[in-house]
């Protein structure tokens, strides 16, 4: 069984950081694709970044626009957002997800777990 379990999320003011965190159970974490998609109310989810089972990351370049930086931890069997720049728009909760792809995903359907998810808010 996997498990994503996501934390970090909060309320920060626009300009401001936050790091947001993913840790998931199972003795074969690096044998998974993470990634990191978002989803505001009334809104479709959308992908955020991702890295591969291989090290290779990926970017939402036309919402993210180079402040958001994904790391990854085996050792911990932890990924890592960390979100700089902060705008209104980025508010959305956040979602975790686990998946077997080779490449990093860009589609939900690419993964197969997912975390509850954290909410991030971003006030003015």
């Known amino acids: 069984q996997v498990q994503p379990v996501e934390s970090g999320g909060g309320l920060v003011q626009a300009g401001g950081s936050l790091r947001v965190s993913c840790a998931v159970s199972?003795?074969?974490?690096?044998?998974?694709?993470m990634g990191w998609f978002r989803q505001a109310p009334g809104k479709e989810r959308e992908f955020v970044a991702a890295?591969?089972?291989?090290?290779?990351?990926?970017y939402n370049a036309d919402s993210v626009k180079g402040r958001f930086t994904l790391s990854r931890d085996n050792t911990e069997n932890t990924v890592y957002l960390q979100m700089t720049s902060l705008k209104p728009e980025d508010t959305a909760v956040y979602y975790c997800?686990?998946?077997?792809?080779?490449?990093?995903?860009?589609?939900?359907?690419?993964?197969?777990?997912w975390g509850q998810g954290t909410q991030v808010t971003v006030s003015s």
């Open positions: 199972g003795r074969i974490f690096g044998g998974y694709t």
């Open positions: 890295v591969s089972r291989n090290g290779v990351v990926a």
């Open positions: 997800a686990a998946g077997l792809t080779a490449v990093p995903g860009r589609r939900p359907d690419e993964y197969k777990y």
